[in-house]
């Protein structure tokens, strides 16, 4: 998927509506400079290396913020207090954009975890900067870094390369 396809769904909503799906979709772009727009569940959405950051898509009657369920959505307090919202999903109204700080902080929420759902039964391990740059990426086996592991800057640059064996650097 790319940004043309996200910019052909979006044609589909009136005016209006666009507009405030587009204000959403370029806050996530700016936030994320090295995200990848998708199309996900019938939706658009953004991926850092893979992991889907959040979702967003419009409906007859107002538009969706998708951070995930028991994400954000439950532990924003009094922020979004005045938009309806669900386990998972965080309404607003069709024809107005969502606010771009409180997006910004919901983003920077999914991030932390992203994070902290790393690694993965299968020792697969990934860590983000806030920007949703890849910070480090490796392997994990019985508790330790294993095999060869990556560090980046947080521009996104390749730092530095090591391999590890149960823990123990290898020269």
Not at 17 to 22: E, F, V
Not at 96 to 107: A, D
Not at 159 to 167: H, I, T
Request: hydrophobic residues 35%.
């Amino acid at each position: 998927m790319s940004s043309s396809e996200v910019t052909k769904f979006l044609r589909k909503y009136d005016a209006e509506q666009r507009a405030a799906l587009q204000s959403v979709r370029d806050t996530i772009v700016n936030a994320l400079p090295a995200g990848e727009e998708v199309i996900a569940w019938s939706m658009p959405g953004v991926r850092i290396s893979g992991d889907l950051v959040l979702s967003y898509c419009g409906f007859k009657n107002h538009n969706s913020i998708f951070p995930g369920a028991g994400s954000p959505v439950s532990r924003l307090g009094l922020e979004i207090d005045k938009y309806r919202t669900s386990k998972g999903a965080l309404q607003f109204e069709r024809d107005r954009p969502f606010p771009r700080g409180l997006l910004r902080e919901i983003i920077k929420f999914r991030i932390g975890e992203i994070n902290a759902s790393y690694p993965k039964k299968s020792g697969e391990f990934k860590g983000f900067y806030l920007s949703g740059n890849l910070k480090t990426q490796g392997q994990i086996k019985n508790g330790k870094r294993h095999g060869i592991w990556h560090w980046y800057r947080a521009d996104g640059s390749l730092l530095k390369v090591e391999q590890f064996r149960s823990g123990l650097k290898v020269s």
